[in-house]
Structures are given as C-alpha cells and as structure tokens.
C-alpha cells in the first residue's frame, strides 16, 4: 500500500466539504495541520476530532493536511476514514452515532411523489435537504458519483445516513450498477437506510442477488428492520421484464424508470412530448399495478422549467404515476402541487367517504350515492384521497364538522 | 489608542470615551440621546467670489483640490452611487499623495473593492483613517490594526445627523456626477455613469467648506433635473469617464438561485401575510441581495392574487421593483439608491418613482423620517444572538468586512425581518450575544430561518396571529440549539484588546467596539 492517501474536494466551489492528506511516518507522532475559514471557532474541535479517527485506527505517526471549507464533522470524518484505508488494512469503521431522529422506518405504500437526488460525494447538497420537505432523498452513489470518487463517496454517504437529519423524507440509497453494487450495500445496510434503489435492472434474478445480500448483512449484524426495493428500469430488456421484476419480492415497493438511458439504449432521442417513451411507461405503470406497487416516473431534468416540469406531472399523474424523482429542490413542491388531489377529485371523494359513513351508521350493507352504487374499492380510493389531501393542506382534517350532506355525484 | 477610558453603554458593550482625540458619547439607550442647540452651519459664501456667467470649469481634479485648499489633517468626502465602479475616489488620494498632503480623513458614503487600492496610503500616512464604511480588503486591513486611526462605522442615517451636527465637518466634498453643467447642476438620471440619483452626496453639497463637481458628461447649462444643485458648488471638473457602468449596475441584481435562499424568501413572505402585515395600502422596503430581491417577488405574486397593492416602497430599486409600478402592484418608489439600468430609466421617466436622500429617509435630526412609517422592512445579518441583537458588520470571527449602510435605520420599521441562514459553512447565525453590536434587539422583531422562525417576546401581537400559521414558530433558544446539535458549539473568538473601529448609532453615540483580530 502507499503510504500517501487523500480523500474529499477542495474546488472553490465545493463548500461544507474538505480535502485531507495523510502522509504515514515511521516517528514525530500525529501531526495535523487545518487551514480552515472557521478554525478561530471550530479549529480546536477538528483537530481533536483528526487525533480520535486516528487513534481508533490504531495511527500513531503521521502528517495530516485538512483544507477545510466548514464541513461537518460527520463529512470530516468520513475523508480522514477514506484517506486512512488508502494507506492500511483494516476492517475497523469509525461509526458516529446513529441519530435518534434518524431511526424510523417507511410503510411499504407511503407516499412517494418527490425524491430528491443528492449526489454522494457532496456534502453541501445534503446538509439543507430535509428542510425543502421532499417525500424520499436519495444519496447517489451511481451516475453522480465520479468513478475515482466512488470509494470515499461510500463513507460519506454512510456517515450521512448516522449523523444527517433528513427531516422525516424516506432515507433511500442508489447503489452502483451490480456486481458493484453488492459491495455498496455493506456501507448502507446497517445504517438505517429506507429505500434501496437498484440502477439498470434487468431481471428478477438481481432482485435476489440484492436481498440475498441484505440478508446476510442482517444475519450478521442481527438487524430486523425491512429495507425496501426500488428497482429502475432503463433499458428495452429491463422494460420487457419490468412484471418479473416488480413481482421478484415482498420488498419491492416501486419501480421506476430511466428514460435517459432508455431511450439511448433504443437509440431515439428524448423529446419534451415524450411519444417515444409512451409505451414504456404504460408498460411500467401496468406492471406495477398489477404486481400492487407504486410506479415511478423518471426525472424532469430543466431545472429552470417549471411549468414544463407541472406539465409534465400532469401528465405522468394522468398516464398512473405516483410519483418522479427530482434533481433540484424547487422541483419538490411544483411536485407535490401536481400529484395532490385537485379541488374536482377532493369534491368527489368527499362525497363518496361521507356517503359511506353515512350508510355505516344506518347499518346499510349498500353505500349509494343519488342512484348510483357505490363499490367498496372505490370508496377505498375515495378515502385515500382524503387522507391526502388533509396531509397535503388542501383539506382541513375536521372537514366531516362542516360538511352538508352529500348530494349526487 | 489602547490607553483610551472604557464605559460601558446601555447596551451592555464596553466603548472608549473618545475616539481619534475627540470625545464620544456613550450609547443611552433607543431615542434617550438629543442634542440641544444648533445645527452645523457651512461657511457662508457670497455670489460676488463666482464668475457671473457661471462657468465653474476647471483643467483638472487635481487644480480642484489645490483651489480648494487641499492640506494635511482635511476631511474628504466622497458618495457610493457608483459602488464597485467609482473611479473618482482613488484618483483623489493619488493626487494628495503625490502633493504629498498627510493625515486625511476619508468619509465616504460608502466603500467597496474597488477602493482597495487607497491601502497604500492608509499605510504611507496620506490617510489617517476612514469614517464610513470599511469593506473587505479595507475592513480585513482595519481588523488587523493596520489603519492609523480608528475606524469610525456609521449609518446611512448617522452619517446625515454626524454632518448635521458638527460631528464631522467635511473640507472637501467631490461629488462624482453622471451629468453637470460648469454651474454645478447635476444628476445622476442621464450619462454614461447614469447611477439614478445622487442623495448619499445631497449632505456633503450643502455643508462641505468646497465642494467639487466631476463628471463625464457635461451638458450645457441647465443641467435638469438638478438633483445636485450648483448654487453649492465651488468647482466643475470635466474628466473622460467618472465611472465603470457594469461596476455600478451589478451584482445584487439578480434573484437568488439558491433552492435554501428561495426557501427563506418563501416563508418571510408567508410569515407577512400570516401576519396581516401585507393589505391593500401597506408600504415595505426592497433590498438589495438574492433572498430579498425574491421576497419582492413573492409579494408580488400575493398583492396579485389578492387585488392589492402597496402605498409605497422604499429602494433599492430594480428591475422587479420597476415591474411592480408599471404594473400597478405600487402607487410610488421612493428611492434611495437604483441598482440597475431598469431602475435609473424609471427614475429617469416615471415621476412615481422618486429621488430620496437620507435626509428624508434616515436623518436623526430631521422632524420625523420615512423608514419609520414603513410597514414591514426586511434586512440581512452575519449575526444574531439569542436576545435578537444584531450584527451586519463583522463575521463570527471578528473580522471587519462589511459596512452598516441604511441597516440600522431601517430598524425603525414596523416590523423588523431578518431573514438567514441557521448556519453558514458551519458557523451559526445565532450566537448567544453577536461579536458587534450594530443594532439593539428591541427593534429586531423576527428572525427567519430555513429550520424555523423566532418573533422577538416583546411582539406577543405578533406571536398571538401567527398560532396556527402552519409555519415553524419557534423560540430562538430552539433555534440556536439546532445550529449547535449540526455544527457543535463553536469557541469563542480571541480579539486583541487593540481598539481598530468603532459602531456607531443613528444618534451620533457610540453603540459598540470593534477590536484587533490577528492575521
């Protein structure tokens, strides 16, 4: 191994993030050097913070340089680890606590409308994520990640899973294409991540490659929580698998698509009309729906667009979509907007909802609305309309109080 | 200066006793300081000592300021409409230096990068120190004990009631003009350095013992409108260009990007209406810098939704401020400074939008003034601290880098906004007292952060009409504890126990002292 290892960014514009150096010795004990913007306040604090990493692995002669441009401690942390397994073997991780608020667990069918990418090598992205309120983040460790970054992304984005409050958004990982992968899973697994997206899925059989993973990490490490899947489909084969898929296992939630590699990989180009990718994504949603999981649609990637962006929802929502990735904040609430139930939906919902209580307290085995039957299913519809639009403020949680009696839809 | 006598104020802050040899006044506390007597009067000039047929022109600055009595000790004083691209400033000390004039004051309106180049004479003694503003590299080398004398901070406001009361009596006035005649009319409005109006410069006119008009464009008499007016006028200098146009129409002009930056416009927008603070007739100040420029725009979009509009604003205007008058979303724009080409052309053109000074906006000693009747004003700070004290000049680590601008009369508002960040690059916004103060809590009413948004105890009406918003009220004690829970607590900073500047209040005593950070 060399004895020389560096890890982190130091570019102008890379804010909350550092770049370290270690150089090994054979003498002259630890010494660190931080060239930092906050040292008067935090240089104390980081260097205390270099010696415990080095300590726990067991370094006792080296020169660090820390370039620092106000990182976290969990970010600088996660670049002295890297830079150390670059100059010794070692099967130690320096794991910061596991944030109490960071240890909840999603319902397989929670609301999934917005997931906001952050790429898993910066910080800066992170760190204010959980405050523009998206359903699901998602730490990048695939195309966002450079491939000569891919091994100090991982723990990043592991101390990101332990020590960054995302504000109650599902916490989901992309991992890397398989095999790698596999590897990826080891640095996410037991660190309370949510959601794990599969990028390029083509069969079931990978969907099995993932969980059987998982499993072992869990056997290991005695972990009981469930870890949910999110396999994206971008390919023509992928897309002509898309029901085996979605079927592989109890785990999959949802499955999404890439429409950047799709329609590469058909060799078409990809158009703001999206007839090209009318097929594939009627395909997707009819096997979701058939195998009872949500289907997710991909990006919008003009940030700067966002009544292309509202059309756009508009359109998945109208197509079975429940829900896209976002790669900008401001996407989230354009969004939300889009999915929520418009004013013509809420209406009618409340209609039907009120009608069925309405019966129930009569003891009516039939809800009816005017003349109309009223099935069971869609009234469970109805009902988780409601509930979404009270999560989503269109509707006050005490509508019942005020509500007049239903007339015929 | 490190032997000077320390009192300490009503604030709470330790503050010398006298500054640069002369004595100062201790802060006493909001509207407690009021001078009795006269104002400050100019030297009385007669009609008899100018030529008849009004021709002012001299060859050159340089001439200027020799006719003016230019010699070592002088105050000068220069504005800031030009902001990054003033060209007039440096070549005025690069003049003294090479007549080999010492021990200037230089009282600017306000300073930036561009002046930078002046550090070679704070340091070869052709100046002795700043009274104004002192920003980045000027600041940096005034925080590091490098300046003569000390620093002396004021106001938008301060500076009108510090020349008003004899506080500081200006020498020499050189007023950079996009337009004149060799009367000494100008203004700001027209010329290739149109910079809109020229009100930071309106003191400096009437109470300077000279007073020195330069510009690029000079018109034949009359110069109209005359926002300076040439009656105050000693002498005109005609020169090839006063000022570089992209320099002084740049930078804040643009909305913010920043998804964290939108996200704080957004609620300080939605906490005014919440509030109520947002009705048909009310009037609010538009600031300069992304999130305040966006907040514009979000009451925009709320005054159009509901069929109002706004009495008045008060600027910093700009484009999206001009788009609010021409779309009659506001009646007037009474306007301090225009920050873009779309300000200067509806100054120029539209007689709602309205030349200001700091006299009718700021001035301590004026019978009343126009930022306290604003409704709502909505501010920056590198600082806050837990009993809502705020500081816009120095950062957590003591360094000097920003000047007070018409911050602190802007407090005067009905309702005080500071919008920021918990924490920037890990250092939190609010510390449990600011390192300076620039401006007492009492009249800082609501703190609004990306995690939550903390109104001042003092405002109960306040806190009463925003139960139930559905926005993230919390106490500012919460909020300083979840910058900390991120960042960590940061060390406390070490100064030198040399005095480098001090804070002035709108009232002419001294608020607080900025001491020496070593490099």
Redesign the interface.
């Known amino acids: 191994m060399n004895n020389k290892g560096f890890a982190g960014n130091k570019g102008d514009k890379d804010?909350?993030d550092c770049f370290v150096m270690l150089e090994l010795s054979d003498s002259g004990g630890i010494r660190i050097t931080v060239n930092s913007?906050?040292k008067?306040?935090?240089?104390?604090?980081i260097t205390a913070l270099c010696n415990d990493v080095l300590s726990f692995f067991e370094i006792k002669h080296a020169v660090v340089t820390l370039d620092d441009?106000?990182?976290?401690?969990f970010v600088i942390a996660a670049r002295l680890e890297a830079a150390v397994k670059k100059v010794i073997r070692t099967e130690k991780e320096y794991l910061l606590p596991l944030l109490a608020d960071n240890q909840y667990t999603t319902p397989r069918d929670r609301y999934r409308f917005s997931r906001l990418y952050l790429p898993g090598n910066t910080p800066s992205l992170m760190?204010?994520a959980g405050?523009?309120k998206p359903n699901a983040v998602i730490l990048d460790l695939e195309d966002a990640v450079a491939i000569e970054k891919k091994n100090e992304a991982r723990f990043l984005v592991r101390n990101t899973l332990r020590a960054l409050?995302f504000m109650g958004a599902e916490r989901m990982v992309r991992i890397n294409q398989l095999p790698a992968g596999l590897n990826d899973l080891d640095y996410v697994i037991p660190h309370h991540v949510n959601v794990v997206l599969i990028p390029k899925c083509e069969s079931a059989h990978q969907i099995h490659e993932v969980n059987n993973h998982i499993l072992a990490i869990h056997a290991r490490l005695g972990i009981t929580t469930s870890v949910w899947l999110m396999p994206i489909v971008e390919s023509a084969l992928g897309v002509i698998n898309v029901f085996e898929i979605a079927k592989a296992a109890k785990n999959v939630v949802a499955v999404a698509i890439g429409l950047e590699d799709y329609t590469a990989d058909l060799g078409v180009s990809r158009t703001a009309e999206g007839k090209e990718s009318l097929f594939v994504r009627s395909m997707v949603v009819n096997a979701c729906k058939a195998a009872g999981i949500q289907p997710i649609d991909s990006v919008f990637s003009d940030v700067g667009d966002m009544e292309g962006l509202r059309k756009n929802v508009l359109q998945s929502k109208a197509l079975g979509f429940e829900g896209m990735g976002c790669i900008?904040?401001?996407q989230i609430s354009v969004i939300h907007e889009s999915f929520a139930p418009d004013t013509a939906e809420i209406d009618k919902a409340q209609k039907i909802v009120s009608a069925f209580e309405d019966a129930t307290r009569k003891g009516l085995g039939v809800v009816s609305l005017g003349t109309k039957m009223i099935d069971a299913p869609v009234v469970k519809r109805a009902q988780r309309t409601i509930e979404l639009a009270v999560a989503m403020?269109r509707l006050d949680k005490n509508w019942k109080d005020t509500y007049h009696k239903a007339e015929p839809i | 200066m490190s032997k000077v006598k320390l009192v300490v104020n009503a604030a709470g802050r330790s503050v010398p006793t006298e500054v640069n040899g002369k004595p100062v006044i201790a802060y006493k506390g909001i509207g407690k300081h009021k001078p009795e007597g006269r104002k400050f009067g100019p030297r009385i000039s007669s009609c008899a000592d100018f030529p008849d047929d009004g021709n002012k022109l001299v060859p050159s600055l340089k001439e200027a300021l020799i006719r003016s009595g230019l010699k070592d000790g002088m105050t000068i004083s220069t504005h800031h409409h030009f902001r990054n691209g003033d060209l007039i400033a440096v070549q005025i000390f690069d003049i003294a230096s090479e007549l080999g004039v010492k021990n200037l004051v230089w009282f600017p309106s306000a300073s930036f990068e561009c002046h930078a180049p002046l550090i070679k004479y704070l340091e070869d003694g052709t100046i002795h120190h700043i009274e104004g503003s002192m920003n980045g590299q000027l600041g940096r080398f005034t925080s590091h004990g490098k300046m003569k004398g000390v620093g002396v901070l004021r106001s938008h406001g301060g500076r009108y009631q510090a020349v008003q009361d004899g506080e500081v009596a200006i020498d020499i006035a050189v007023i950079a003009a996009p337009t004149a005649d060799f009367f000494g009319n100008a203004n700001g409005v027209d010329g290739p350095a149109a910079c809109g109006l020229l009100g930071f410069a309106l003191a400096d006119s009437q109470y300077a013992d000279k007073v020195i008009v330069v510009t690029d464009n000079l018109v034949p008499f009359p110069c109209v409108p005359w926002q300076i007016q040439g009656n105050y006028v000693d002498h005109v200098v005609q020169v090839d260009q006063v000022g570089v146009p992209s320099k002084i129409v740049s930078g804040t002009t643009e909305i913010t990007k920043s998804?964290?930056r939108?996200?704080l416009a957004e609620m300080t927008a939605r906490f005014c209406e919440h509030a109520g603070i947002i009705k048909d007739g009310f009037s609010f100040q538009a600031g300069a810098g992304g999130t305040a420029l966006s907040i514009g725009i979000y009451f925009a979009e709320l005054l159009k939704a509901k069929g109002m509009k706004a009495r008045f604003a008060r600027g910093g205007s700009n484009k999206y401020l001009v788009n609010m008058l021409n779309e009659g979303l506001v009646d007037f724009i009474l306007d301090g400074q225009t920050f873009d080409l779309d300000g200067v052309k509806s100054m120029r053109e539209n007689p709602n939008h309205v030349s200001t000074s700091p006299f009718t906006s700021y001035n301590y000693h004026g019978k009343g003034n126009f930022a306290s009747m604003l409704d709502v004003v909505i501010l920056g700070a590198t600082e806050v601290d837990v009993n809502f004290n705020a500081n816009v000049v120095t950062h957590?680590?003591?360094l000097l880098l920003h000047g007070i601008g018409g911050w602190q009369n802007c407090l005067f508002a009905k309702c005080t906004i500071l919008p920021v960040p918990l924490f920037?690059?890990?250092?939190p916004v609010i510390r449990d007292e600011v390192t300076t103060l620039c401006g007492p809590g009492e009249l800082i009413d609501v703190i609004v952060t990306?995690?939550g948004i903390a109104i001042n105890p003092l405002r109960t009406d306040l806190i009463e009409r925003m139960k139930n918003s559905?926005l993230p009220i919390k106490t500012i004690h919460e909020l300083k504890a979840e910058a900390e829970k991120?960042?960590?607590v940061?060390?406390k900073?070490?100064f030198e126990n040399e005095i480098v500047a001090v804070v002035k209040w709108i009232d002419g005593t001294v608020l607080d002292t900025i001491y020496k950070v070593m490099p």
């Open positions: 804010r909350s913007k906050v008067s306040l935090y240089g104390e604090s441009k106000g990182a976290l401690p760190i204010n405050v523009h409050d900008h904040p401001r403020g | 998804p964290d939108l996200l957590s680590d003591g920037r690059d890990r250092i990306e995690r559905g991120i960042c960590g940061p060390a900073q070490k």
